[in-house]
């Protein structure tokens, strides 16, 4: 089972939108709606931002919204601010017999 | 406050052991599924182990199958991951992680102790 495919790095000025996008198979993304999407600041634990695809806990900003089609999901940042600049990974339930949980590679938002 | 705090790690040489240990605090432990991921330096992040809420099921990812037990004490609020066998390829950050009760998401990290596996 590998990893699920991010972007290596993506750069936005402070304002404007930028994707992620994370590509899986159908034993992971294609087949479940449990994607979840995380931002992690250096030295710092991963923070939820989007669950269940599309859905933010309570405390996330609707700056950041999520979709899935077919075997990949995206994540959206709008109105790019200074402080996103961070590692962003997805992660997906998986049916595969190796794992029960994957994450994918990590994309490195640069704020300009 | 709802946290959850890792501790046990450290410098450890190739084929030793070492036991990390996860204090949960603030909300009803003994309903959680509980996980341990981990991160390699420099890199992403791996799902290594998850344990139900009473203990009766336990899956590892097939890297660590057979030299990592999972457990918990519900009274303690605590989970535990005893490794052993370890090899370099074990050197990370381990994170314990709370899985959501309704939906399948990781909820709440802690903030990891790191493991180093070297001679």
């Known amino acids: 089972q590998s990893a699920l495919t991010q972007p290596a790095s993506v750069s936005g000025s402070p304002g404007q939108s930028v994707t992620i996008s994370c590509t899986g198979t159908?034993?992971?993304?294609?087949?479940?709606?449990?994607v979840s999407w995380f931002r992690q600041h250096p030295g710092k634990a991963p923070q939820l931002l989007i669950y269940d695809v599309s859905d933010r806990p309570s405390g996330i900003s609707d700056r950041f919204s999520g979709s899935k089609s077919g075997t990949t999901a995206s994540l959206t940042i709008s109105g790019l601010q200074a402080e996103d600049e961070a590692d962003y990974y997805c992660s997906s339930y998986t049916t595969s017999d190796s794992l029960e949980w994957v994450f994918g590679e990590g994309t490195k938002l640069t704020v300009l | 406050e709802v946290q959850l705090v890792e501790s046990g790690g450290g410098l450890v040489q190739p084929g030793g052991s070492l036991r990390l240990s996860c204090e949960a605090s603030g909300f009803t432990f003994r309903s959680y599924w509980m996980h341990w991921v981990r991160q390699t330096p420099g890199k992403g992040l791996v799902w290594v182990s998850r344990i139900s809420s009473d203990g009766s099921s336990r899956r590892y990812v097939d890297s660590v199958k057979g030299r990592f037990t999972v457990s918990r004490d519900t009274a303690r609020k605590m989970v535990f991951l005893q490794m052993s066998s370890l090899g370099v390829e074990d050197t990370a950050v381990y994170y314990c992680a709370r899985e959501h009760l309704v939906s399948r998401h990781f909820d709440l990290w802690g903030r990891g102790t790191p493991v180093t596996v070297s001679s």
């Open positions: 159908n034993s992971d993304i294609g087949g479940y709606k449990y």
